[in-house]
């Protein structure tokens, strides 16, 4: 046999082994999901539903995009932890994610609070893990990996997974690079030459830099994988440790760079350049990410078969667009319009339109992300606004050009952007039941 051939069979085979070994590991992981957040910032936007819940992107939910990397990424055992407003959370993983089959180990389960160890809600993140140890103990897995369900992205899972099982960690903690001024909302860590965790600070008011970046930090994605061995003595220590506040990044995570192995796991695309990873915990920053979905090329790519983002398909019929008389034209440029809307001589333009959505005759429509089922009339002028679900816009309703008239009647960011809910319209939202379907 020839050499060539040899490194041939050589790679051939190293491609199963490797191939073999990631699917040991996540088949032995278990992952669950915090979707218990509050998502205050959110202002309107998270009244009645969980931030998770959130619609984004013109028909998933926020959560969609973490259960969907999982699935993609060979990951079926999943929990998700659900805690504030949860209906509406719950209603959606019951239609989009039963499909998996829990007679061959997949699901994905619900794990709403239910104090089981004691009289209180979850009062942090590992508290949270700490009141489902007996149901990481029911699945026996070798590693856990906890992931927020209330980002924007688009990651392979098992990579990070194989790196974490081959390095022998206790601990691994998927970061971004981020702005040094942004980087006081986040964790930040402090790595050594072989990215292990040398310090970890939790919201800092003088974040530390990357060496040699010193205008960039090592944030936190809030994406950790666990030894399940070294997870649950940390969560029972933090447990019985009265001045704790029961928080991974505050307490967790500290605690463990002191006396276990934690390396961090830099989240990059193909190129090695940092990957799309979007925080849209904000009015401002949810507004941007959907308008960064209306670009040419967006860095979120939602239309790659490669890696599909899962949701529960609403049964609508397709969009339309009706009207072709000057200045009566139904048209949308640069935009996302969803199934069952009809844009009825409107323009549309640089915006993410949701399903089920009616704009009549001669409104203008700019750079705005329009929720399901609302109804905008004719004659309407609006920019730079996001609308929730179900509301009606009356005939000749003009919002996003005048900031003064718009805040004594919506919430109005200070860069902007303004956000309309059917309560501060004077919509009866209970009679309505929007959130409901």
Not at 63 to 81: E, H, K, T, W, Y
Not at 105 to 133: C, H, M
Not at 163 to 186: M, N, Q, W, Y
Not at 345 to 355: D, E, N, P, Y
Request: with cysteine.
């Amino acid at each position: 046999m020839n050499d060539i051939k040899k490194k041939e069979q050589a790679k051939l085979y190293q491609y199963y082994t490797q191939t073999k070994n990631a699917t040991e590991v996540t088949r032995n992981t278990l992952v669950l999901i915090l979707a218990g957040g509050q998502g205050s910032r959110l202002k309107g936007l998270t009244k009645w539903r969980a931030k998770p819940a959130v619609p984004f992107g013109g028909k998933y939910r926020i959560i969609d995009f973490a259960l969907s990397n999982c699935i993609n990424s060979g990951l079926r055992r999943i929990g998700v932890l659900t805690q504030y407003k949860s209906h509406s959370l719950i209603r959606h993983l019951q239609r989009a994610w039963s499909f998996l089959r829990a007679e061959i180990g997949e699901f994905v389960e619900i794990l709403p609070a239910q104090q089981r160890l004691s009289k209180e809600w979850y009062q942090g993140t590992a508290d949270a893990l700490f009141q489902n140890i007996d149901i990481m103990h029911r699945h026996a897995p070798e590693f856990v990996m906890v992931l927020g369900g209330d980002h924007i992205y688009t990651m392979d899972y098992s990579k990070m997974l194989m790196v974490h099982a081959r390095s022998e960690a206790d601990l691994t903690v998927g970061c971004i690079e981020v702005p040094l001024e942004e980087a006081k909302a986040f964790g930040v860590m402090s790595v050594d030459t072989e990215l292990q965790i040398t310090r970890f600070t939790e919201k800092p008011d003088n974040p530390e830099s990357i060496p040699g970046r010193p205008d960039m930090a090592l944030a936190s994605m809030g994406i950790y994988i666990f030894s399940t061995s070294f997870l649950y003595n940390a969560l029972i220590v933090d447990a019985e440790d009265e001045n704790s506040s029961h928080d991974f990044g505050k307490d967790i995570i500290p605690k463990a760079i002191e006396t276990a192995k934690a390396i961090a796991y830099p989240f990059r695309d193909d190129h090695g350049d940092q990957a799309y990873w979007r925080d849209v915990g904000t009015v401002d920053s949810y507004w941007r990410a959907n308008m960064e979905l209306c670009a040419v090329e967006p860095e979120l790519n939602l239309y790659a078969r490669s890696w599909p983002i899962w949701t529960y398909q609403t049964q609508h019929p397709p969009a339309k667009f009706v009207f072709d008389d000057e200045g009566r034209r139904g048209e949308a440029i640069d935009s996302l319009v969803s199934g069952g809307c009809i844009i009825a001589g409107a323009r549309v333009k640089r915006s993410v339109i949701f399903f089920a959505t009616r704009i009549e005759n001669r409104s203008i429509i700019k750079d705005s992300v329009i929720l399901p089922k609302v109804t905008i009339g004719k004659n309407c002028r609006i920019q730079n606004t996001i609308i929730d679900k179900g509301a009606y816009i009356a005939d000749g309703t003009v919002i996003g050009e005048n900031p003064e008239d718009d805040a004594r009647r919506f919430h109005v960011t200070p860069n902007g952007i303004v956000l309309v809910t059917p309560e501060m319209l004077g919509q009866d939202l209970f009679m309505e039941n929007t959130e409901a379907q």
